[in-house]
């Protein structure tokens, strides 16, 4: 429960790194607050005890916990709803930024 959250790593589009000019990369890194990290790792840390503890209800475990809700009768209007994949647009926001200023 003490690990820090992943990173995203994005890959290099064909394998070559983009050009970057010194200004751009102080422009572009980004600076997190303490209070930011202590945040993240406090959220991260309750999602993962809320993991633990869902897959212990499953497992039969215990009898009270988190509940997973899901739904009965589900709306037909999201029939054909796709889930966005964050990380991977993420990762196209990036590639873009990366491609205009080029």
């Given amino acids: 429960p003490n690990s820090p959250a992943q990173k995203l790593v994005f890959n290099r589009v064909n394998g070559k790194r983009p050009q970057v ?10 600076c997190y607050t303490l209070a930011h990290e202590e945040n993240v790792r406090f959220v991260y840390e309750a999602w993962q005890q809320v993991e633990q503890q869902l897959d212990g209800s499953r497992s ?34 990036f590639l873009a930024k990366i491609e205009n200023c080029s």
């Fill in 60 to 93: 039969g475990e215990s009898a009270c916990g988190p509940v997973q809700y899901v739904e009965k009768n589900p709306n037909p209007g999201l029939k054909n709803f796709v889930p966005i994949d964050l990380e991977e647009w993420w990762a196209q926001q």
């Fill in 21 to 30: 000019l010194p200004q751009q990369i102080s422009a572009t890194e980004e």
